[in-house]
């Protein structure tokens, strides 16, 4: 018997496609809906043998399933979960995959009917690829999924969210909602603040007769690659992770600071014991990668 | 005719290695004299047919040499140069690969006798390996290198030295010193600056019980890799590119300090624009790649 007898999916792109395929090939769900607003993407999901049919009405959409997974922009998710609500089935379980929690989470779970539960998830997984064409069973295999309870969580809707992504590969990881959204914040969302503000101020820097950009090379353009992501998704993120992206933002200022006036004093010793602290934990990082 | 009778090298490594590989592969040199500390990797030049001959006295290395080229530290160069000129034979021209070039310069040009030649220069080019082994002749190819004249550089040994790099399948740009060290500032020192502050900032934070780092995924290891540079080598250039290293630090604090209060006033719009044109700088960037 699979895990899900009927899986809707709202925005069947790599996250959401992604999912489903894995879960077919496994036989752990028995039908698999899509949703969205896109008929040529959900036709080609169709041909693809991702999902069993689609509908562009979320309410429509998610009758009678049992697991409801969002997969769409992190500022939509819950006035998604508000339409959908009264449309839910007994005992059904939504979750989402939006890379901040904290304001999904508060807002989904008081709007939830009884009987019906709000899960808040976070495969950390994804390519700089997009589209239901893009995705691939593969995706999560090997990659940490964070699943943020809380108190009011009902145990078995939390139970088969984990098994969920179990059988994606995944290794779950439970996670306090505001930890899950400093975590992000700090590993995530502050390197892609500061590659914004890098390639805007070497772009803009003016004290050359030219723009000095043409002159980078390799390492820059690796080091910037983040600069080149989505900037309406990132304008969603920094607004719904405020809070955590202000703090991490100001706690590496501090840093920043501290090397900036090692430099100004020229204190080669400090200088050296700054970079080698880095190196060591870049270093670490590596040695603990797992394929 | 080959371009060079006699170069001498010191430092024998990724960069003064692939040099003479290339020299030798058109036939642009003579013979080629490496100098050096390490006698196993001499040899092993000797043996890769990189080298003809070693030593490891500077002065006694560089006799008789019509190219010098200097692959070391930036920090031990103008010492170098120091040592060797006394030395040098009439024509001889010195030059270097160092990232700094203001220091260099300023120190080496009073260094050299009357009738031999400092010329600063600077290939942007480079992988993650080092030593003779990671050499090849390729490695220059298609790459920028930056040649720094004076008013006070000889023309015919600019000409030479000029020449040479585009031996290599350089493309070779005269600039100024201190533009020179501004943009390597910028598209370079900078960006290491930034890193090694992020590691350091998300490897200390104690927001959470536990180390967060270990969450950290693709996204954060390619973004901070160059965090994992030699921290003596970045301690050099840090003091010895001081002033254009504060410059673009202060620089890029400005553009900082704006994007954080865009995300402190929760401004949508400003975030939306500041990300964009970002990207837009970054996709440029790609756009203009050469192969």
Redesign the interface.
């Known amino acids: 018997m699979p895990l899900i007898n009927r899986l809707a999916i709202v925005g069947v792109g790599l996250i959401g496609g992604s999912l489903a395929r894995i879960l077919r090939e496994k036989n752990e769900v028995g039908e698999v809906v899509g949703i969205g607003r896109g008929k040529d993407n959900l036709e080609r999901a169709v041909e693809l043998g991702v999902i069993d049919r689609y509908c562009h009405d979320p309410r429509e959409g998610v009758a009678g399933a049992d697991m409801v997974f969002l997969a769409t922009p992190v500022c939509t998710i819950a006035d998604l979960v508000g339409e959908i609500a009264p449309a839910l089935a007994p005992g059904c379980v939504v979750t989402d995959g939006g890379s901040v929690k904290g304001e999904i989470v508060s807002a989904c779970e008081p709007l939830m009917p009884a009987g019906r539960h709000f899960i808040g998830g976070h495969p ?2 994804g390519t700089e690829k997009s589209g239901v064409e893009a995705s691939f069973a593969e995706l999560y295999q090997g ?2 999924c ?1 699943i943020t309870p809380t108190e009011r969580s009902d145990r078995g809707a939390l139970e088969t969210v984990v098994r969920m992504w179990e059988l994606t590969g995944s290794e779950v ?1 439970l996670m306090d909602v505001a ?1 899950h959204d ?3 914040a ?3 969302h ?2 892609h ?13 003016d ?2 007769d030219e723009n ?6 390799g ?14 998704m ?2 969603d993120i ?2 719904m992770n ?1 809070g955590s ?12 600071a ?3 006036e ?3 004093q ?1 204190d ?1 010793e400090a ?9 060591q ?6 040695a ?2 797992r394929s």
Do not use: H, Q
């Not at 000095?212 to 090379?217: E, G």
């Open positions: 950390i997984a990659r940490r964070i990881v930890k400093r975590v992000v700090a590993i995530s502050l390197p603040m500061v590659a914004y503000s890098l390639v805007n101020a070497v772009g803009e820097y004290g050359c000095i950009l043409k002159y980078s090379a390492g820059f353009r690796d080091f910037t690659r983040i600069a080149s992501s989505d900037p309406v990132w304008r920094a607004l405020r992206v202000l703090e991490m933002m100001d706690f590496f200022a501090g840093y920043y501290e090397l900036r090692l430099v100004a020229g080669g200088l050296e014991r700054f970079f080698a602290r880095s190196k934990y870049r270093d670490g990082l590596v603990g990668t």
